[in-house]
């Protein structure tokens, strides 16, 4: 036999707050930057999907101190 145990409105609200403070931290905002023609055009040239490449290529930058020492 098959028992489920049924929450109580307290543990569903505080599994509700736990699931909205880690969908929070994902939540990704909206930014706008100004890139040369060059910049963008070689953006672009990465293909469909280029602003989440673009993303994941400031994160890898912004990570490593010597690559923002050299671009200061």
Same mark, same amino acid.
């Given at each position: 036999?098959?028992?489920? @145990? ?5 543990? #569903?609200? *505080?599994?509700?707050? #736990?699931?909205? @403070?880690?969908?929070?931290?994902r939540?990704? +905002? ?8 060059? @910049?963008? +055009? ?7 999907g280029?602003?989440? #490449?673009?993303a ?7 990570e490593?101190? *010597?690559?923002?020492r050299?671009?200061?």
């Open positions: 036999m098959n028992r489920t @145990a049924e929450l109580s409105k307290k543990e #569903i609200e *505080e599994f509700r707050q #736990i699931a909205d @403070a880690r969908s929070a931290e939540r990704k +905002q909206t930014v706008c930057i100004r890139l040369s023609p060059q @910049a963008l +055009q070689k953006a672009k040239s990465l293909g469909k280029y602003t989440s #490449i673009l994941r290529i400031l994160e890898s930058a912004l490593d101190n *010597e690559m923002i050299k671009n200061l």
